[in-house]
């Protein structure tokens, strides 16, 4: 009696464990590779056939010539992926104030001319700690002293960044956005090529 239940709920068992365990996981990725291949790889960006980044991990840039990111409150490293999270930490709270701070004066001593009010995604981080984007408004605050320091003119970054710049979603929801990645990659272009299809 028992081995006319055991046999039954071990086919089973096994049969299951085969589809969602091998079977589900095989197709989806094998779907993602093929309709989304940049994607299903990490969107991961190469330079001389080496990664150099991800168009979907934000990077920590610090060098005045370049556009900067958010900030990342993840531990123990800055942009750590496997630690993908916010601060959580109150407005009240001293480490965050003193992050806000320090972003701050970074951005002011990087731009002493600039006195434009600094937009809030330049010296907050993201939910996840990770986000490769900053809002057009973030972007554009940095175009004077990225074109200062390149030796080009603003127009000519503007039209980098807006290259590079995706609409809100839907035509409704969020704020345009800027791949900081995509436009220091761009501005250095003119002296080394990078793909994202290797």
């Known amino acids: 009696m028992i081995r006319e239940h055991v046999k039954p709920a071990i086919v089973s068992f096994l049969l299951l464990t085969f589809i969602t365990g091998i079977l589900y996981p095989l197709s989806v990725t094998g779907i993602a590779r093929v309709l989304f291949s940049e994607r299903a790889n990490g969107s991961l960006v190469y330079r ?3 990664p150099i980044g ?9 060098d005045p010539k370049y556009l900067w990111g958010r900030i990342s ?4 490293v800055r942009f750590n992926a496997a630690a993908s999270s916010g601060s959580n930490l109150g407005p009240s709270n001293s480490v ?3 992050a806000v701070k320090a972003r701050i004066e970074a951005l002011k001593a990087a731009d002493p001319d600039n006195t434009s009010p600094i937009p809030v995604d330049l010296v907050t981080s993201s939910a996840s700690g990770l986000d490769p984007h900053i809002s057009l408004v973030a972007a554009y605050y940095q175009i004077p002293r990225v074109a200062r320091l390149r030796g080009l003119s603003q127009d000519t970054v503007r039209s980098i960044v ?3 710049s995706s609409n809100r979603f ?3 929801l ?3 956005v800027v791949n900081v990645l995509k436009v220091n990659l761009d501005l250095d272009s003119s002296k080394m090529e ?5």
């Open 48 to 50: 001389d056939g080496n």
């Open 54 to 62: 991800s168009l979907l991990i934000g990077q920590h840039f610090d």
């Open 73 to 76: 409150l993840t531990s123990p």
């Open 96 to 98: 965050l104030v003193d």
């Open 162 to 164: 807006r290259k590079h």
């Open 170 to 172: 839907l035509g409704l």
């Open 174 to 176: 969020g704020e345009p």
């Open 194 to 198: 990078y793909n994202t299809d290797i």
